[in-house]
């Protein structure tokens, strides 16, 4: 077991790495150039500059709880089961959004985006109730209005990701 810091950094080392080999599967090739924090990475694809951002669009608080703490050795674990979800659907959209609004809106990813352009967003899905697939098929729509509606054109793409299980991706925003 981990640490919930390290746990992170295995996290996005992961994510980042199953992302360059779906890249791979289209023949696109995908260089980490440097890991600054944020963002997640600096890259190059295929001769092209850009920069990774990761986040997490958890059911809610107690799913995330359960998930991490079970992961890690410095926070006693918090079982998440148990309970009744009302509407998992929807709340799970309103999280999504919510976390994917949240870094349009953050200062730091304003100054990223006009430093290094517009950045690749990679959304895990951690909801035991449907998939990233579904949840790009579901969502794009609204995710690109949202996106749309920024002044600042903070990413180029936005990818869903299956947080739990085989990891795959799905584009749920492409400008």
């Not at 992170?8 to 924090?37: C, M, S, T, W």
């Not at 500059?49 to 709880?65: G, S």
Request: charge should be negative.
């Amino acid at each position: 077991m981990v640490n919930r810091r390290r746990l992170k950094d295995i996290h996005e080392n992961a994510v980042i790495r199953q992302f360059k080999a779906y890249l791979e599967i289209d023949g696109v090739r995908l260089k980490v150039l440097d890991r600054p924090e944020p963002p997640e990475a600096i890259v190059d694809i295929d001769g092209k500059r850009t920069w990774i951002e990761i986040t997490d669009a958890f059911l809610d608080k107690k799913h995330a709880i359960g998930l991490t703490s079970g992961a890690c050795d410095d926070v006693e674990h918090v079982s998440d089961d148990g309970r009744l979800i009302i509407d998992p659907d929807a709340t799970f959209s309103s999280v999504l959004h919510s976390v994917i609004e949240a870094k349009y809106d953050k200062a730091s990813m304003h100054s990223i985006a006009k430093s290094l352009g517009s950045g690749i967003l990679l959304v895990g899905i951690f909801t035991p109730f449907t998939t990233a697939e579904a949840i790009a098929n579901q969502e794009a729509a609204a995710i690109a209005e949202l996106a749309s509606s920024k002044p600042i054109q903070v990413f180029e793409s936005i990818y869903a990701y299956d947080g739990t299980g085989q990891r795959t991706f799905h584009v749920l925003y492409c400008r």
